[in-house]
């Protein structure tokens, strides 16, 4: 093992750790856009809420996730060391530096931007995640679905209404017709109240554009770093970082907050 | 057209190693623009030393842009404000009378100031030393033409191998990283059918070197390609992170 | 022949001198090797070569470069290729034809035996090279391709773009560095050697001062290799590099070793023009670029004043209002004469008021017509059957962009002209010198355990180099030759031990090259080294350059005279000796151009005949051709040092058994 040893601790080696995990976790946006576009499905939250609990609970999906969790601390806690390392490397800075003359401001600030991407995550993720672990802020709300007509209509429960699963699902009727009746812990309320304040809007939709300047170099850089670099292939690796990465995915995910302040 | 300039320079001195150094600022006039960068600095040069002053030590030699001695980081930019010159090749031309132009020597840990502009890039020759050759006695070779080698890949090993070992990518690099001069010796012999039997080893052992002498790491920032007076290209940057994957993966060390 | 000169050339038939020497020549054996120990100074071609190769053997050795890495030696510079006679394009070259096109090219002054052998040994390298990851220009069958160069007729030289010398000395460096990863090289960069150390008539050792802080080092050994290269700054503006310097050499020859033909230099006809008083060096346009290119003046004198005046552009001139005056004086070689020729075929041209740039110092290099024939052939290719005029020149620029782009860059960026569009203004400029140190078949100086390798000795080239043969001998002296005959005096050596730098010879030797420096940080008087440099170059370009005269010459030896004692009373050198001080660098080397040009003058001056680059203006035929004299001065002229500036000429006599000599023609 000598060797992954050697490998991991070479300048060259870090740097493969730090594209493996950063392209593992632009795969995992996708994935999060795909789920969070549930939000803008009128149905009061249910698609969502559904796929909320699905997130958490799937063994295969819970496994995925530690490895994400994992992922962000390693790229976050090597960038910042790198960055630290590379600065040594010059201990007595230039007066005068011309950077714009030779280089993209972004690939200059990727510490920076990957920094502000953090603190990011962190409120990202205990606004909502934390919450939804362990937090008690987040109530439920009852959903039934009219299976004659398709029309949902939803409940919420009371504040001191609690059950073990994050879901119960069950069959309820009344004289319209028969229902399916799903309790689920209500995320997407959490996210349409706090979607409220402009403070956490403005600071999502800012923080959407350091992932869109971050990943606008990252995403390239990365298969720079694998050594994928071929003439023939980086035409499209360029379009997929800038029209994936830094324009579509940041667009879509700062969509979200907006649509919820504005609604 | 030539024309006359009257400048004003600053420039980074230092007595020696151990000395820390500051900006002095001087005044040159009546350069022509049919002038080298350098040799303005030999006006200047001469000027300071009739005012019994000490001359400015830069490095310098074949000024023709090819021995890569020379090294002057100009108005923020290794090698001065044009494209794919050397210092000794930057002409006059390129700059405007009563411009203020600023002067610093490279900037990294492991090139060491020795005086003025002045640097030390012993590294570089280490990092040769480490792996940067091709094993082969004087008398054991075989027929030249012995080997075929596709012109697409000669020209590219050519177009590697033209480095000429200056420093201005690690200069322009915001971490000092080394990484094109190094992989771009790595990716001469890779491209070589010669270079095959050393190929995982001499990555190793080079990358090992250059992590030594203390440069920092890549961030793909393209800054030492741009800046690279012979135009040296970033595939070959990929080629060695391939090349250094691969020899971690597939030596035989444990 | 002087009984001081024993040039060693081994008995036998031309092909098997250096076949059987080599086979004979006392070995020692690998255990000795490690306890000799080597100095070589410089790491050019010559140098890095051979300190490659010995190590390799497994003698210990110290090599000794100015510069801040072996990587940077002036070889890197060398443009062009390096001739190699492996037949490979058919055309009926063989070792027999290199070695005579080098015997003629260099006008009957070169010593067969060296020549054959360099011929001989010319493929080796190649293989050499190429092995060690050299990437030469190659065809698209995969195979290694040549172009011409002058003074022959067969394509014989292998190139790599514009940047054959970098590749080349690249190749030989990355041996060097391996041996110095090794530990059997010792490397010392940003040193400078400033004497050679004799003991009992043998070289011992050598005094150098490590630049960055003034210290002065003793270093024995048991030989010292010198592959300095050349003494071309003695007329400060030249294609040397600006460190470039004969001081290794002049401290040698001013301890015993004799200085062979020091008036053969080198005018390269294809340099960059002088552009005004502000210039430091000279760029050199490669020579295959005339290969492409045409050159010419206008034929009528008030064209060419219309020119210099910028009333009109050199493409406003017609056809056969243009003078190609090379092709016109020697239709067989045509562009593609020798050197000196070609040099002083545009000299003439310039006197005789041709001349084209505002100094009427340039001659026109022209691409045109070869761009419009390169943009044919790639319409044939690519199936265009009726080009337009702008796709033909648009197609043929590509061509010649890919062949020469960097030189056509770099004449952009000098002269700020673009050579696509308009043809290049070239001048003649000091280039190469065939002179050097007089060694003997070894390589060896008359100094026993001193060597020259490279362009520091006199060996091969006679009194005129042909193109892409200084790689070629660089390289033979280091890989293929002094392996070999640094046995016939090593094997004697393996009983010394090493000396103690202690030794009075070493304190001596350093006390002295203290004293220099001390004398010249104590001047302080009132005009820089470089005044004195760019004096003494315009002495020696116009006396002792292209054309020389009785009268010139001896004018311009008092004027050296006094220009030394000048400068030895009102040289200023700022700074200290116990720093980097570059100042102090150059003033040390000027001192030795300002002994060296006396000398060169001095020879020049006593050769009574014209002959290679040395031109005679008493001696010339009708057509203004160089006239020799086999008669009087079929000799090496080797000249010893005395005390003061005072010299003894040696002769050493030139025997051809297997040439003819002929008056040179290349009509």
């Known amino acids: 093992m000598n060797w992954v040893i050697k490998m991991f601790s070479s300048s060259l080696g870090q740097k493969f750790i730090m594209a493996l995990t950063g392209l593992f976790l632009c795969s995992f946006l996708i994935v999060h856009m795909i789920g969070n576009l549930q939000l803008f499905k009128a149905d009061d939250g249910l698609a969502f809420n559904t796929y909320a609990v699905f997130m958490t609970t799937n063994p295969l999906i819970k496994l995925t996730s530690y490895l994400l969790y994992f992922s962000i601390l390693f790229h976050a806690v090597k960038g910042i060391l790198l960055v630290v390392k590379n600065n040594k490397a010059r201990p007595v800075k230039y007066a005068v530096q011309n950077g714009s003359a030779n280089s993209h401001w972004t690939s200059r600030s990727m510490g920076i931007l990957g920094t502000i991407i953090l603190v990011f995550i962190i409120v990202h993720m205990k606004n909502f995640w934390f919450e939804y672990k362990f937090g008690h802020e987040i109530g439920y709300t009852s959903y039934y679905t009219n299976l004659a007509t398709g029309e949902t209509g939803s409940k919420e429960m009371s504040a001191d209404y609690t059950q073990f699963n994050k879901i119960e699902e069950g069959m309820t009727a009344d004289e319209k017709g028969q229902y399916r009746l799903v309790i689920v812990k209500d995320l997407y309320k959490a996210v349409a109240l706090q979607f409220k304040e402009w403070y956490l809007v403005a600071l999502y939709v800012l923080c959407m554009f350091a992932v869109a300047f971050h990943l606008y170099h990252g995403f390239q850089s990365a298969f720079q770093t694998l050594g994928l670099n071929h003439s023939k292939y980086n035409g499209l690796i360029k379009f997929l970082g800038i029209w994936i990465y830094s324009i579509l995915l940041p667009a879509g995910f700062a969509a979200m907050p907006l649509f919820f302040f504005f609604k | 057209m030539e024309k006359n300039l009257n400048l004003n320079l600053k420039v980074w001195r230092q007595k020696n190693a151990d000395d820390k150094g500051k900006f002095e600022e001087y005044k040159v006039n009546d350069i022509s623009t049919d002038m080298s960068f350098l040799e303005m600095f030999d006006v200047l040069n001469s000027q300071l030393i009739t005012e019994d002053k000490d001359p400015i030590a830069f490095d310098h030699d074949c000024r023709e842009g090819i021995c890569g001695s020379c090294s002057m980081h100009i108005n923020g930019r290794p090698h001065g404000p044009k494209h794919a010159v050397t210092t000794c090749q930057l002409h006059m031309r390129s700059f405007n009378d009563g411009d203020t132009i600023v002067v610093e020597p490279w900037r990294a840990a492991p090139f060491p100031v020795i005086k003025d502009l002045v640097v030390n890039r012993s590294a570089f020759d280490r990092i040769i030393s480490a792996g940067g050759f091709i094993s082969i006695n004087t008398g054991n070779a075989q027929d030249a033409n012995a080997i075929p080698i596709p012109k697409d890949d000669a020209d590219e090993a050519f177009a590697a191998a033209a480095c000429i070992g200056c420093g201005a990518c690690v200069a322009a690099c915001k971490n000092a990283s080394a990484m094109l001069f190094v992989s771009a010796k790595v990716s001469q012999f890779a491209l070589l059918p010669q270079g095959q039997p050393e190929r995982h080893q001499r990555v190793s052992e080079m990358v090992a070197q250059m992590d030594l002498e203390g440069f920092g790491a890549c961030t793909n920032t393209g800054a030492c390609s741009a800046e690279c007076p012979k135009g040296i290209s970033l595939t070959h940057i990929a080629r060695m992170n391939r090349d250094y994957i691969a020899a971690s993966f597939a030596a035989n060390e444990k | ?253 001013k301890k015993g070793a004799m200085f062979a033909n020091p008036c053969f230099t080198q005018i390269h006809p294809t340099c960059i023009p002088v552009s005004g008083d502000h210039q430091s060096k000279l760029t050199l346009m490669s020579e295959s670029l005339r290969n492409d290119g045409r050159i010419w003046v206008p034929a009528k004198k008030e064209d060419a004043l219309a020119l210099r005046e910028g009333r009109i552009k050199p493409n406003d001139i017609r056809e056969e209002d243009r003078d190609y005056y090379l092709e016109r004086r020697y239709p067989a070689f045509g562009n593609l004469v020798p050197r000196d020729v070609a040099s002083r075929a545009a000299k003439e041209r310039c006197d005789a008021g041709y001349g084209v740039n505002k100094t009427g110092e340039a001659v026109y290099l022209d691409f045109a017509f070869n761009t419009i024939r390169y943009g044919k052939i790639e319409a044939n290719k690519k199936g265009i059957n009726n080009p337009t005029d702008e796709q033909i020149v648009a197609m043929g620029k590509a061509v010649v962009k890919e062949k020469y782009g960097n030189l056509f860059d770099m004449y952009e960026q000098i002269t700020g002209v673009n050579p696509y569009d308009q043809p290049m203004m070239i001048y003649p400029a000091v280039h190469y010198t065939m002179g050097g140190l007089w060694v003997d078949y070894n390589l060896m100086t008359n100094i026993p355990g001193l ?63 203290q004293g220099t420096i001390d004398r010249l940080l104590s001047i302080k008087g009132t005009k820089t080294v470089d005044y ?98 086999d008669e009087d001065y079929k000799y090496v002229a080797a000249w010893e040092y005395f005390a003061g500036t005072n010299w003894e000429l040696h002769k050493e006599e030139l025997i051809y058994d297997n040439i003819k000599i002929a008056q040179r023609s290349y009509k």
């Open chain 3, 1 to 253: 022949m002087t009984s001081k000169l024993n040039s060693k050339i081994p008995e036998g038939n031309l092909e098997q001198k250096w076949t059987k020497y080599r086979s004979t020549v006392p070995l020692v054996n690998p255990a000795n090797k490690r306890s000799l120990e080597i100095i070589i100074v410089g790491s050019g071609l010559a140098g890095a070569s051979a300190a490659a190769s010995l190590a390799e053997l497994g003698y210990k050795v110290k090599v000794f470069c100015f510069q801040d890495s072996a990587r940077r030696a002036h070889s890197i510079a060398a443009q062009g290729g390096i001739n190699a006679a492996k037949n490979y394009q058919n055309d009926g070259d063989s070792t027999y034809r290199l070695f005579y096109d080098t015997i003629k090219g260099g006008d009957y002054r070169s010593r067969e035996a060296n020549v054959y052998r360099l011929a001989e040994v010319s493929t080796n390298i190649i293989d050499q090279s190429v092995a060690s990851g050299v990437p030469f220009a190659r065809e698209y069958g995969g195979l290694l391709s040549n172009r011409s160069f002058g003074g022959t007729q067969v394509q014989r030289t292998f190139y790599a773009a514009g940047q054959t010398g970098q590749q080349l000395l690249l190749g030989a460096y990355s041996g060097l560095q391996r041996q110095v990863g090794t530990g059997n090289v010792k490397m010392y960069a940003r040193h400078e050697m400033l004497d050679v150390v004799t003991i009992d008539g043998k070289c011992r050792g050598i005094i150098a001062r490590d630049l960055t802080n003034g210290k002065l080092e003793r270093h024995f050994g048991h030989a010292v290799l010198l592959c300095t290269g050349g003494y071309g700054n003695v007329f400060f503006l030249s294609t040397n590099a600006m460190g470039s310097n004969v001081t290794a050499a002049w401290k040698a020859h």
């Open chain 3, 451 to 513: 060597y020259a390798l490279g362009e520091a000795n006199f060996s091969d080239h006679g009194a005129n180099r042909l193109g892409a043969s200084a790689l070629m001998q660089g390289l033979a002296d280091g890989y293929f030759v002094i392996p070999y005959t640094i046995g016939a005096y090593l094997s004697n050596e393996i009983m010394t031990k090493a000396i103690s730098t202690d030794h009075e010879a070493f304190v001596e030797a350093e006390k002295n090259v």
């Open chain 3, 532 to 629: 004195y440099h760019k004096k003494l170059g315009l002495i020696i370009w116009n006396q002792c350059g292209m054309a020389r005269s009785e009268a010139g010459l001896k004018e311009a030896i008092a004027n050296v005279q006094a220009l030394r004692e000048e400068f030895w009373s009102n040289v200023k050198v700022p700074g200290d000796a116990n720093s980097l001080n570059p100042e102090l660098e150059k003033a040390g080397r000027v001192a030795d151009f300002l002994e060296l040009g006396e000398l060169m003058c001095k020879d020049a001056l006593d050769r009574e005949e014209s002959c290679g680059g040395h031109f005679r203006e008493e001696h010339q035929t009708e057509e203004g051709e160089a006239l020799r004299n």
